[in-house]
């Protein structure tokens, strides 16, 4: 069965560079979430979007914006990096349906140098 | 608000006993419980999820999980532990018309010794 898809995997950026992940949900799935968590965390909520529009927000910092495309890929952009924002970000998507299951994907890696 | 409490940073278990990971919730209404398992680097895997009917839900790898509404508790369980069940396992929730996001508990880190 397809999973989320997140990528890149791995990437390093500088303090004060921007930095995009890109999140390929679920076929068919209409909402997408994403999260960070940070070293021996549980994972915080950022921001999602159902149906390409955003739906609720979190603790995404003002440097951060996310979309969701006409084709419900999402991309998460980060600014200004800083080098606490180094964590493993996922993607996940479900189906907007009351108890639906949240699907991840396996994440995207940030290291800020 | 909701919101979940996972009372154990680690768990240790020995191979072949029986396991229990313990998560206690806070949701106005009743609630949408989940199991997540998260092995090193790697994404979180869904176990289980309570939603309505059957206070004990059985889930993947033999796990399963009972809902207590009066102890607002949904304890993950397993009758006899791997040492390839050593992770790390969230509790979730996420609250009756508030689909759009989850709320973790803290985590816990379990060891199956052999």
């Known amino acids: 069965a397809a999973g989320v898809i997140q990528s890149p995997r791995h990437l390093i950026k500088e303090k004060r560079e921007t930095a995009t992940l890109k999140c390929y949900p679920i076929?068919?799935?209409?909402?997408v979430y994403w999260y960070q968590q940070g070293p021996g965390q549980d994972p915080q909520f950022l921001i999602s979007?159902?149906?390409?529009?955003?739906?609720d927000k979190g603790s995404i910092p003002d440097r951060f914006s996310a979309q969701q495309f006409s084709d419900y890929h999402s991309e998460l952009n980060m600014s200004s990096l800083e080098l606490g924002d180094s964590a493993l970000y996922f993607c996940?998507?479900?189906?907007?349906?009351?108890?639906?299951?949240?699907?991840f994907g396996e994440g995207s890696w940030l290291t800020v140098v | 608000a909701q919101s979940v409490a996972q009372p154990e940073d680690q768990v240790n278990v020995a191979e072949g006993n029986p396991l229990t990971v313990k998560c206690t919730y806070s949701?106005?209404?009743?609630?949408?419980l989940f199991w997540y398992v998260q092995y090193p680097n790697r994404g979180l895997q869904f176990l289980l999820k309570?939603?309505?009917?059957?206070?004990l839900v059985k889930g993947s790898y033999g796990f399963e999980a009972e809902f207590n509404k009066s102890q607002t508790s949904f304890h993950l369980k397993k009758p006899s532990a791997l040492v390839s069940d050593s992770a790390l396992y969230f509790c979730?929730?996420?609250?009756?018309?508030?689909?759009?996001?989850?709320?973790f508990g803290s985590g816990t880190k379990l060891n199956v010794k052999p």
């Open positions: 979730a929730v996420m609250g009756p018309r508030d689909f759009n996001k989850f709320y």
């Open positions: 996940a998507s479900s189906l907007q349906t009351p108890g639906n299951t949240i699907y």
């Open positions: 979007f159902y149906e390409k529009m955003q739906s």
């Open positions: 309570y939603i309505t009917g059957d206070n």
């Open positions: 076929p068919r799935h209409d909402t």
């Open positions: 949701v106005s209404g009743n609630p949408y």
